[in-house]
């Protein structure tokens, strides 16, 4: 056989192989295809699906319904008010068997289960809807969620929400999932809109460069900041300050490596230097100033209008501004929340490294988030307080839940769709040297 014959026919074998599924919808539909083949039903096949959300059960039944039509299993989509009422309209429908499950995202993970059941009827049976002895089988499959799984589990209030009347905390469910692998630890997170969408990117600072990451993980544009002078003192670890500043969307970025900080433009897919700052960004609006060789910023803050932070601890690690608050950080776990940048600071404990303010229920008061307090947790939590007037992490948390192994750093929010409620993002360093970014969008009850 001639090379040339040899190539033309191994490209037609890649032509007609199927992809291979690259979501995780289409991993978990392609699993759950398999395993109602194995189970040996006959055509057609009803399908009845319920799912946190209305998007998710929709994406996937429609997944689903393809690969068992390519099966040969002529699938039949059904709407029920329970599953015992779809075993009644598969059978009305003329079902030889039916498809039950039930989906949702949980910890980390896309998950269906259910059942296959046979719902052919027995012409012996008389009247009675006797079940024939197969297809039967239990479903049960799980695959890691990924940020498009999370978009259409997430919750989208249909009407403006307005404040909370008093009482108990509405309820809050986070559900998670790995945004992107990092090369190497953050050494600080951001977020901001730099492409005038309407949604969030996601900014990471890591020891020698900036990234630029969509609201799925991918990666918009990354710049070295090797072409600066280095730094007098700098860090053992990675560490500094990132910021998205406003009118024009650009990127202030100070790394301890490096002698200053830079200002960069997102422009044609690359990060193109705009000026050089002076100063530390710790936020769109506020400056510090860094403590030579210690991961710590120095106790001068100053906001916009040249107002400087009263009452600002000796040392902090971390500052996080939301709606008029401000949450400062210090490296053993205490910290100082601001309800408004003029008031005394209420002083708090008990704060994890990742630590950050932002509304994620859209009543318009920031809740706190913070992580472990302890030095090395096995695994890192994440906890959701609620703040007003005041802060506290003694009362019990409007949510918790535990991280992926690594030691969880930072955590920053961002709006990552239309409407108030905003998505967390948390920064790891994971135990090989490199690092993650974890997504946490607000989910549906």
């Known amino acids: 056989m001639s090379r040339a014959l040899l190539a033309a026919l191994l490209l037609l074998v890649a032509r007609a192989a199927p992809a291979a599924p690259d979501t995780a919808l289409e991993r978990l539909a392609t699993a759950v295809a398999s395993d109602v083949r194995a189970a040996g ?25 393809a690969r068992l039509a390519q099966a040969g299993l002529a699938p039949v989509v059904l709407v029920a008010p329970s599953p015992e009422d779809a075993e009644v309209l598969a059978r009305e429908t003329g079902a030889r068997a039916l498809v039950r499950l039930t989906l949702g995202v949980d910890t980390g993970a896309l998950g269906a289960r259910g059942d296959v059941v046979g719902t052919w009827v027995n012409f012996w049976s008389g009247r009675t809807p006797t079940r024939p002895p197969s297809p039967a089988a239990a479903l049960a499959r799980q695959v890691p969620a990924d940020p498009e799984s999370l978009a259409l589990a997430a919750m989208k209030p249909t009407a403006p929400v307005s404040p909370p009347a008093a009482g108990p905390p509405r309820p809050l469910r986070l559900v998670g999932a790995r945004l992107t692998h990092l090369p190497s630890p953050a050494a600080a997170l951001a977020t901001g809109d730099l492409t005038g969408d309407g949604r969030d990117e996601v900014v990471v600072l ?11 993980g991918h990666l918009l544009a990354e710049r070295s900041l090797d072409v600066l002078p280095p730094g007098p003192a700098p860090t053992r670890e990675p560490f500094g300050a990132v910021a998205v500043l406003a009118n024009p969307p650009r990127i202030a970025a100070f790394s301890t490596r490096f002698a200053h900080a830079e200002v960069l433009v997102l422009e044609n897919g690359a990060l193109r230097f705009a000026t050089r700052m002076e100063g530390v960004p710790l936020d769109a609006e506020a400056r510090g100033a860094f403590v030579p060789g210690q991961t710590a910023f120095g106790a001068d803050v100053r906001l916009a209008g040249e107002q400087r932070l009263s009452g600002v601890p000796a040392r902090f690690t971390t500052y996080s501004a939301a709606l008029s608050r401000v949450l400062l950080v210090q490296p053993d776990g205490q910290g100082a929340f601001y309800p408004r940048p003029s008031a005394a600071p209420v002083p708090l404990s008990g704060l994890g490294a990742g630590s950050a303010l932002g509304d994620l229920d859209g009543d318009g008061t920031p809740e706190l988030l913070t992580t472990s307090p302890e030095l090395q947790p096995s695994p890192d939590v994440l906890r959701v307080f609620k703040t007003g007037e005041s802060a506290t992490t003694a009362q019990e948390p409007l ?20 409407g108030p409620l905003r998505a967390v993002v948390v920064g790891l360093t994971l135990p090989d040297g490199t690092g993650e970014l974890f997504l946490l969008r607000p989910g549906a009850p």
């Open 206 to 216: 890591t020891e020698r460069a900036v990234h630029v990451f969509a609201a799925d």
């Open 399 to 418: 949510w918790q839940g535990a991280l992926p192994a690594g030691r969880a750093l930072f955590v920053v929010t961002a709006r990552l769709d239309e």
């Open 41 to 65: 039903p006959e055509a057609p096949v009803a399908l009845s699906l319920t799912a946190s959300a209305p998007e998710l059960r929709r994406a996937f039944e429609t997944l689903l319904a």
